[in-house]
Each structure stands twice: as C-alpha cells, then as structure tokens.
Nanobody
Framework: QVQLVESGGGLVQAGGSLRLSCTAS????????LAWFRQAPGKERQFVAA????????YSPESVKDRFIISRDNAKNTIYLQMNSLKPEDTAVYYC????????????????WGQGTQVTVSS
C-alpha cells in the first residue's frame, strides 16, 4: 500500500507560479512511476506529467511541457510540480498518482491516488 498526500495548491493570478508537492509513504516507491493529473468540474481527469522514481525519466504532453516541470526529491519521498505562467484554464483539482515501474498517461492505469489539491487561477 502506498499513501500519497498533495499540498501547495491555492489561488494565484494569471501569469503567476505555484509549486505542488506530493509526499509518499507506506510501501517503497523506488520502483514506481509517479504522476500528476488534474480534473476540472465536468471534465475528464487529464494527465499532466510523470516521473520514474529510480531513474528520473520524465514525460509531459506538449500542451504543458513549456510551463510545467515535474521533479523528485528521493530523500524526502516527494515529487513536485512546478507550474509557471499559469492560465485560468489551469484551474482544477490536481492529483498525485502512482503505479509500478513505468509511466502511463491514462488515469485507470494508476493504482494509488492522493486526495487532491485545488489550484485556482484568476484573470
């Protein structure tokens, strides 16, 4: 069992930045891939970025790749999502997720989820 807890969400003006954190506990995540998803009201849960814990390989879609950066701190069992140049359309609940071994982009491929943290971007 892996437990994930997100933090760092809040209200920010368009063009501003936030850094989200996700701390893992329980079973080791050393062989896991961890990811960020987001979900706005009435929308499907959308893949944002992912990273492998051991190798640090990252992947994110082109739609956010120039603004969002995923990273990890192995000593703290924590991954981060640095979000820059935020836009109102980035407003959503952001979730941390984990799955064994490899990166995937579909939410149903992930086994463990955090509770989410709200990000609101005002214009």
């Amino acid at each position: 069992q892996v437990q994930l807890v997100e933090s760092g969400g809040g209200l920010v003006q368009a063009g501003g930045s936030l850094r989200l954190s996700c701390t893992a506990s329980g079973r080791t995540v050393s062989t896991y891939a961890l990811a960020w998803f987001r979900q706005a009201p009435g929308k499907e849960r959308q893949f944002v970025a992912a990273i492998t814990w051991s190798g640090g390989t990252t992947y994110s879609p082109e739609s956010v790749k120039d603004r969002f950066i995923i990273s990890r701190d192995n000593a703290k069992n924590t991954i981060y999502l640095q979000m820059n140049s935020l836009k109102p359309e980035d407003t959503a609940v952001y979730y941390c997720a984990a799955r064994p071994l490899t990166i995937a982009t579909m939410s149903l491929e992930y086994d463990y989820w955090g509770q989410g943290t709200q990000v609101t971007v005002s214009s």
